[in-house]
């Protein structure tokens, strides 16, 4: 072995020191009481102001992703139980809805977000039993979203003849939509709010992992005294969903979720007068300068990856780190995995919940398996995972190239893929290299970096030195296979209006 | 002269972590385990004007029993005082394992000639302080006079022999997040064992994400040259719940090393009872008096 042969091994073989994350001062378990909360042991559909049982006879399970326990059974709809919710939503558009003046649909859609806000802590803990997301998540984020959007859009309601200059607006009709499992109760919000505010009616189908808050939203509607059938919810599968896209009589169609289904929805509704919105994948890219404040990006990182399991469209699954803060940054991401905790959703110290399901597990693990035999190396925190229920441990991987599958396909788990930049030109170049473009992350403390950086970027959303940061009033959507069509902000009524 | 930090702070970001940590669930056995590890970390702190040996006597006796009659609540750290009652704390706390710590270099303003500083260091611990709490030149280093900020540090640590060197940034005049990690790195880089949020005297001090943003430098300087440095945050840390959140933030930032008295102590003089008052609380289910509680 030459000498330089010799300095390159041992260079290798030396690894930093590591903080030790260990058991003193544990935290003893602090999960949230679920006594006072009441999960039926049926689930109908919403249809025309009641929960009806369905036609197709047949029920599914919902289980408890933490525990693989049964949590209750819900009605499947089938074509025909679909097309009694759209009758029934087109004869409360003709009947009710559309007739009413703005400022009286206002009332009801305030009405549903007060509601919504009093039931807040029963909401957030159902939405952490369906879905396995930390409490903290659905108590701090999902639910909160979720009311400040009908709040939002409550408002919109009487001011749409101010929305768009010049123009007046006018409602579609009915709305058929069609959401994902990732964030169930804030994307039912997301589109029923506009929808009514803009004086549509709505059908919409919940994801089959995650059913219950939108049809404990239901029951609010019902309460909140809204004419029967402007809001009807059911259940079921893709073949359920599908109903909804095809059916004659919607006039519009939503959908979030994958990009393979946004793609076959947009053949579906070709050459229809269907208005469509569509809200897919990504795979955003986070760029991290050596300017950057570290510590901070490093949280922005954490936050942009392991939250909600990384279930999230937007999440920054692509790390690009200017190579000469790559080791540091490494480091530190080695000891932060360390504290994430992982564990039973319910408890208010989780940091990290349980995967959706067994089927969206599979899919982690089955892409992680292709990173390592690419030949990336893998990083993961050494938490312990319990026993039952579907898990995975905050990984990341370094030594990913462009090329490298996981560098390109959504994960939609907690893996992430850091690659490195020696020039803003190949961040820009690296970050738009994608075939989607939903959103990405610039960590700078140059402001005007912030700004011609961003610029560039071919993503609907773009966020400077923070990350995955919602409001109502702001639009979100993407750009290429992401979809199109915002929703949020008053771009977001555009999708339910009709501009005169 | 150039302080090298690495990095800037993002004061939304910090603020951000900081209120995230601080939303931890603390109950039960871990607050108890909590609360004791907070009281073996307090520098008892009697800093006024009017001082006067027997309430540094009495603050000792405190400071050796917190609850008396009660073995399994810990001795507190140290007891911190001014440099005319290091020798009365000293005779009170002999045979114990309770430091004296006293306040030097011209406290709270540190505006006293050089010379000055470092005889009274020297006179302070030839009085028998384990412990030495300076307060750094914020005028020099506001001016940008860092290179006499660091000499001064250097120099006091020189004085301070083999007792330990509390450097106090005194963030609350330093204002930004930036100037508080640039004065930690500045204050590692000259020696000091322990870097120290307040005086307790200024309008603003310690806080929670200042004392992130330290905890962060801490953790940076050990990245690059291994050495374990002691942070204490001073001043304005009256609750259990406060002293849990700062505890909380610890473990989650350096890990299990730091979370001793050696590497981690609040400045504080009435965070003592309530910390017992929560203490017999978790024991008994009900909430006592303050009555209950000597007030020292």
């Known amino acids: ?300 990182i954490i936050n942009g990856i392991y939250f909600n399991q990384g279930h999230v469209c937007c999440a920054g699954s692509r790390l690009l780190v200017q190579e000469s803060i790559l080791d540091l940054v490494v480091r530190k991401l080695k000891d932060r995995i360390q504290t994430l905790r992982v564990g039973d959703p319910l408890d208010k110290n989780t940091d990290i919940g349980a995967i959706n399901s067994s089927d969206q597990l599979k899919k982690i693990k089955e892409l992680v398996q292709i990173g390592i035999d690419e030949g990336c190396k893998i990083h993961q925190s050494t938490c312990k995972l319990p026993e039952r229920g579907f898990w995975f441990p905050p990984t990341f991987f370094t030594g990913v190239a462009q090329s490298n599958r996981i560098a390109q396909e959504e994960i939609f788990g907690p893996v992430l893929s850091i690659l490195t930049f020696r020039t803003p030109e190949e961040a820009v170049e690296k970050a738009n290299n994608t075939a989607y473009g939903l959103s990405a992350g610039v960590w700078t403390d140059k402001g005007s970096k912030i700004f011609k950086i961003s610029s560039q970027l071919k993503a609907g959303v773009i966020w400077a030195n923070t990350f995955n940061k919602f409001d109502p009033s702001s639009p979100f959507g993407g750009y290429k296979e992401s979809g199109f069509g915002r929703e949020g902000g008053l771009q977001g009524l555009m999708p339910y209006v009709q501009l005169i | 002269m150039q302080i090298s930090t690495s990095s800037t702070v993002d004061q939304v970001g910090i603020e951000e972590r900081a209120a995230a940590l601080s939303k931890r669930s603390i109950k039960k056995q871990t607050k108890i385990e909590g609360i004791k590890l907070a009281i073996s970390m307090i520098d008892l702190t009697t800093l006024e004007g009017k001082d006067s040996p027997g309430k540094v006597q009495a603050l000792c006796q405190k400071a050796i029993h917190p609850l008396e009659g009660n073995s399994s609540v810990p001795s507190v750290a140290a007891v911190c005082v001014y440099p005319n009652m290091v020798s009365v704390a000293k005779k009170a706390l002999k045979g114990t394992n309770v430091k004296v710590a006293s306040v030097a270099t011209g406290f709270p303003s540190g505006l006293t000639p050089l010379p000055i500083k470092i005889e009274e260091t020297k006179r302070v611990v030839e009085m028998g302080a384990d412990e030495v709490d300076m307060v750094i030149d914020r005028g020099a280093f506001l001016a940008g006079e860092y290179q006499k900020v660091s000499d001064e540090i250097a120099q006091v640590k020189e004085a301070c022999g083999k007792s330990h060197l509390k450097v106090i940034l005194e963030t609350g005049e330093l204002e930004t997040y930036d100037n508080v990690r640039k004065a930690s790195f500045l204050a590692m880089q000259a020696g000091a064992d322990f870097i120290k949020t307040s005086t307790g005297k200024a309008a603003v001090n310690a806080t929670l994400p200042v004392t992130l943003v330290m905890l962060e430098a801490i953790r940076d300087y050990w990245y690059q040259t291994g050495k374990m440095v002691g942070m204490k945050p001073a001043g304005g840390i009256r609750t259990s719940k406060q002293a849990l959140q700062y505890l909380v933030v610890v473990k989650e930032t350096l890990g299990d090393r730091w979370l001793s008295n050696d590497w981690f102590r609040f400045g504080a003089s009435t965070l003592t009872n309530d910390l017992l008052m929560q203490l017999t609380k978790e024991a008994t289910g009900r909430y006592q008096s303050l009555d209950y509680f000597t007030i020292d």
Not at chain 1, 141 to 152: G, K, N
């Open chain 1, 1 to 300: 072995m030459t000498t330089a042969e010799k300095k390159i091994a041992r260079l290798e073989v030396v690894e930093p020191k590591r903080l030790e994350f260990g058991k003193k001062w544990d935290y003893a378990p602090a999960p949230e009481s679920t006594e006072h909360i009441k999960i039926q042991s049926r689930y109908e559909l919403f249809i025309g102001g009641k929960f009806v049982s369905p036609k197709s006879g047949n029920y599914f399970k919902s289980i408890n992703p933490a525990t693989e326990e049964i949590l209750t059974e819900v009605a499947e709809a089938n074509e025909a139980d679909v097309n009694l919710a759209v009758k029934a939503a087109r004869t409360a558009y003709e009947k009710y809805w559309s007739k009413l003046p703005g400022s009286e649909r206002a009332k009801y859609i305030f009405r549903i977000a007060r509601q919504l806000q009093e039931k807040a802590r029963e909401f957030a803990i159902i939405e952490t039993m369906d879905g396995g997301k930390p409490i903290k998540e659905s108590r701090d984020v999902d639910i909160p979203l979720a009311v400040a959007h009908f709040f939002y859009y409550a408002g919109w309601a009487d001011k749409l003849d101010y929305a768009f200059p010049g123009r007046k607006t006018r409602p579609l009709g009915v709305a058929g939509q069609v959401i994902p499992w990732n964030f169930p109760l804030l994307m039912a919000a997301w589109k029923i709010a506009p929808a009514l505010a803009c004086g549509n009616t709505v059908v919409l189908k919940p994801a089959e992992t995650t059913p219950l808050t939108a049809l404990h939203l239901a029951q609010i509607i019902q309460e909140a005294d809204l004419p029967p059938g402007v809001v009807n919810i059911v259940t079921g599968f893709g073949k359920t969903g599908a109903a909804i896209v095809n059916h004659p009589d919607v006039d519009k169609v939503a959908f979030t979720g994958s990009t393979e289904v946004g793609k076959i929805i947009q053949r579906a509704v070709a050459g229809t007068k269907k208005k469509l919105t569509l809200e897919l994948g990504g795979k955003a890219a986070n760029i991290v300068f050596d300017d950057a404040p570290i510590d901070q990006a490093i949280e922005g």
